[in-house]
T-cell receptor, first 112, second 112 residues
Framework: GENVEQHPSTLSVQEGDSAVIKCTYS??????FPWYKQELGKRPQLIID?????GEKKDQRIAVTLNKTAKHFSLHITETQPEDSAVYFC???????????FGTGTSLTVIP | DTAVSQTPKYLVTQMGNDKSIKCEQN?????MYWYKQDSKKFLKIMFS???????INETVPNRFSPKSPDKAHLNLHINSLELGDSAVYFC???????????FGEGSRLTVL
């Protein structure tokens, strides 16, 4: 099955700086890569996703890049704010669906 | 209206007991999931149901049994609870088994 690795496990940045979280996956058949944000005590919620036919996607301060050859994808958050503090999960999914494999999570702290 | 709702939100019980967690969705999605999030925040898929058929069982002990009375509900029954079952259990849904996962608020199970 798919194996998703995520780094770093914890990340602290100063407010206004950028944060980058990286994930690798093992199954070349995976073609959908979402990122979820989970605030303390809350449910995970989708913040951005990318499919394999696209190399980069941006939504305001958040961007995701995908390198299918190297089987890795990254989340970039620019101009970080304290409300960005949360646990972020990457995931990989096969086109056949019904199988979302999550990374181990990155706890991001933005220091005011 | 809450899209994906779980009950109860908190459950404290003794080892050896049997308990159930209920999940209901009003999104009209055809695929429902149960995820377990342990103390290290790892999100592990337990089951998924598509059109009332179990299509994934990720090596979960048979003490856990999902039951779907209809497309809008996926309940989780746990027999002979063990200390290691303590975790937050999330129900989630998606359409077509691909795309965004919508999570419920989670049910925190504590086994004493």
């Amino acid at each position: 099955g798919e194996n998703v690795e995520q780094h770093p496990s914890t990340l602290s940045v100063q407010e206004g700086d950028s944060a980058v979280i990286k994930c690798t996956y093992s199954d070349s058949a995976s073609n959908y890569f979402p990122w979820y944000k989970q605030e303390l005590g809350k449910r995970p919620q989708l913040i951005i996703d990318i499919r394999s036919n696209v190399g980069e996607k941006k939504d305001q301060r958040i961007a995701v890049t995908l390198n299918k050859t190297a089987k890795h994808f990254s989340l970039h958050i620019t101009e970080t704010q304290p409300e960005d503090s949360a646990v972020y999960f990457c995931a990989a999914s096969l086109d056949t669906g019904n199988q979302f494999y999550f990374g181990t999570g990155t706890s991001l702290t933005v220091i005011p | 209206d809450t899209a994906v709702s779980q009950t109860p939100k908190y459950l404290v019980t003794q080892m050896g007991n049997d308990k159930s967690i209920k999940c209901e969705q009003n999104l009209g999605h055809d695929t429902m999931y149960w995820y377990k999030q342990d103390s290290k925040k790892f999100l592990k898929i337990m089951f998924s149901y598509n059109n009332k058929e179990l299509i994934i069982n990720e090596t979960v002990p048979n003490r856990f049994s999902p039951k779907s009375p209809d497309k809008a509900h996926l309940n989780l029954h746990i027999n002979s609870l063990e200390l290691g079952d303590s975790a937050v259990y999330f129900c989630a849904t998606s359409f077509g088994g691909t795309g965004e996962l919508f999570f419920g608020e989670g049910s925190r199970l504590t086994v004493l």
